[in-house]
């Protein structure tokens, strides 16, 4: 299969699915490296396909309707990320990405997707085997969540919460 050919093949994947692929999933199944699958990820972006890169693999960028979202200000460090994560999954929320505002970089962007405990935690399994750092060790624990919720009333809910805990700023 040439290259413009597994192009196609990886873009009907990812519209043919709600869940996250694995680029070594992809890899395997196209028999090619893992590279050469972001690689592909790449000139597909170029050509105007919005993919996602999360933790959990790639998709498309479907932005739900009757979806409403909100980003919120926190500061903590490492020890209290899990539970801050869980306040927000467990009463209704999704954490779609973590920004940090950087001296050099400016604003740089993590895409997280999480929306369950499960998803909280595989992503604590990586942070915790050192697989990476948080981007909020890079701003002393200060650091912005967008989150989603099927309703305004939710994301309040979801806002009192974390305040209650002191996970917001401002």
Do not use: W
């Not at 009907?12 to 699958?37: C, F, H, W």
């Not at 460090?77 to 954490?95: A, P, Q, S």
């Not at 400016?106 to 997707?113: I, N, Q």
């Not at 919720?149 to 994301?155: F, I, P, R, V, Y």
Request: glycine share 6%.
């Amino acid at each position: 299969m040439n290259s413009s050919d597994r192009r196609e093949k990886i873009k009907e994947i990812l519209k043919n699915t709600k869940e996250p692929i694995k680029g070594t999933y992809l890899a395997s199944m196209m028999d090619v490296t893992r590279q050469v699958i972001v690689q592909d990820i790449a000139i597909l972006r170029a050509e105007g396909l919005k993919v996602l890169s999360t933790p959990q693999g790639y998709l498309l960028d479907a932005t739900e309707k009757n979806r409403y979202k909100k980003v919120i200000a926190c500061k903590h460090y490492f020890d209290r990320t899990e539970e801050e994560l869980n306040i927000i999954v467990d009463n209704g929320g999704k954490v779609l990405d973590v920004i940090v505002e950087h001296p050099y970089y400016g604003e740089l962007k993590g895409l997280l997707m999480l929306s369950s405990r499960y998803d909280v935690e595989k992503f604590m399994e990586c942070i915790k085997d050192g697989k990476a750092l948080l981007l909020s060790s890079l701003t002393e624990g200060v650091h912005l969540h967008t989150i989603e919720a099927d309703s305004n009333e939710t994301l309040e809910r979801i806002e009192r919460e974390l305040r209650r805990k002191e996970f917001l700023i401002g």
